[in-house]
Structure formats: C-alpha cells, structure tokens
T-cell receptor
Framework: DAGVIQSPRHEVTEMGQEVTLRCKPI?????LFWYRQTMMRGLELLIY????????DSGMPEDRFSAKMPNASFSTLKIQPSEPRDSAVYFC???????????FGAGTRLSVL | SQQGEEDPQALSIQEGENATMNCSYK?????LQWYRQNSGRGLVHLIL?????REKHSGRLRVTLDTSKKSSSLLITASRAADTASYFC??????????FGDGTTLTVKP
C-alpha cells in the first residue's frame, strides 16, 4: 500500500491567494483527519471525516478554512484568502473507523509570504 | 488545549542508555497511543495500549498505563542514534478520534 498521499509537499504563496491542499487516504480507511503543526501550537486537529461526512470541525480556525471529502479516496483543505499566520505543516491522516491508530501522510509545508 | 501533556519537553541521552517519557491526560480514555515523528516527516504509530491494560511491550519499547493517575510512560531501552525524534502520546475515544500531546523531543548522542 502506498500509504497516505499528500500534495503538494511544499507550497509557497502570497498573502491573499487561495491555497488547496490534497490528500488521498489509504484504501479501505473510512476516517480522515486534517492537522496543522506549528512550533507555537503543536499538532492541532482541524477537522475529521467519517465515511466522507464531516464529524467534528471545531478545530477549523475560521471561515477562511474549508474542507471537503467528495469520495472515499480524496479530500481537500482549502484556505481562502491565505494569511502569513497560516504558515505551518499540514498533515492528513487516515484510519479504520473506531480503530484509533492513524496513518499520517508526509505533510504539506505551507509558507504564506 | 491538548488532552495529553508529555514530560519532559526535551531529553538528551547517550547511545545505549534508556529513555523514559511520560504522558498525562485529563479525561477518560478508551486507549492511549504513542507515535514517533522524525524531523520533516509525518507521525508514525508505535504502540497502542487499551484502558484495561497496564503494560505492553514491542521490541525495545515498553509502555505503561495508570488510569487512576491518568498517566502513561514510554520506555525505550538501549537507545540508538536512530531513535532521535519527537515522541507524542495520543488519547483515543470510542468515537475514533485521538487527541495528541505536545511531544517530547529525544536526542540520542552517538
């Protein structure tokens, strides 16, 4: 299995631009998680889906952030408009529902200038 | 705020020594997991211990769980330079969601 695949690995953009991060979970996994990691705030859960349905989005910082999971094999996290404080590493993880063990992608390092 | 809090924040040891990291949490849990993160990489699951278990082993890893004290420890025996990484605990619930702590940064000097 290829594991969780995230793209792009690195993204540099200017303030105000739209950013879209992509994630392909492990085939057969039905839970998907988006995290943000910074030195100041550590690893924060932004949103998680179960069977393509958002279950908990309480970690989404503000309306500029949105996430979708149109099917079991694809999810996006969009930031519009982006701000310098959004600079972080964004991770996607997947798991089998109820199993708790999460498999992480390599992350997307986002820099907003 | 995070559910789990690791202690210490940073640990530096010599190769061959044992490394012990601790995790405290606040609410009832279904299980507790430990993950490793190498620099610039995603987290990798190491071991899961259920709430009705007290100790679990996996290779050079030993995890203990004390639900009365809401704490867990991860022991890495005979450490190697390759063990240098950040280690995170995560508390799991029946809902399938896990909450991660802030991590312990371990440096193993050759």
């Amino acid at each position: 299995d290829a594991g969780v695949i995230q793209s792009p690995r690195h993204e540099v953009t200017e303030m105000g631009q739209e950013v879209t991060l992509r994630c392909k979970p492990i085939s057969g996994h039905n839970s998907l998680f988006w995290y943000r990691q910074t030195m100041m705030r550590g690893l924060e859960l932004l949103i998680y889906f179960n069977n393509n349905v958002p279950i908990d989005d309480s970690g989404m910082p503000e309306d500029r952030f949105s996430a979708k999971m149109p099917n079991a094999s694809f999810s996006t996290l969009k930031i519009q408009p982006s701000e310098p404080r959004d600079s972080a590493v964004y991770f996607c993880a997947s798991s089998l529902s109820g199993r708790n063990i999460q498999y992480f992608g390599a992350g997307t390092r986002l820099s907003v200038l | 705020s995070q559910q789990g809090e690791e202690d210490p924040q940073a640990l530096s040891i010599q190769e061959g020594e044992n490394a012990t990291m601790n995790c405290s949490y606040k609410t009832s849990i279904n299980n507790l997991q430990w993950y490793r993160q190498n620099s610039g990489r995603g987290l990798v699951h190491l071991i899961l211990i259920r709430s009705n278990e007290r100790e679990k082993h996996s290779g050079r890893l030993r995890v203990t769980l004390d639900t009365s004290k809401k704490s867990s420890s991860l022991l890495i025996t005979a450490s190697r330079a390759a063990d240098t990484a950040s280690y995170f605990c995560a508390t799991g619930t029946n809902a399938g969601k896990s909450t991660f702590g802030d991590g312990t940064t371990l440096t193993v000097k050759p």
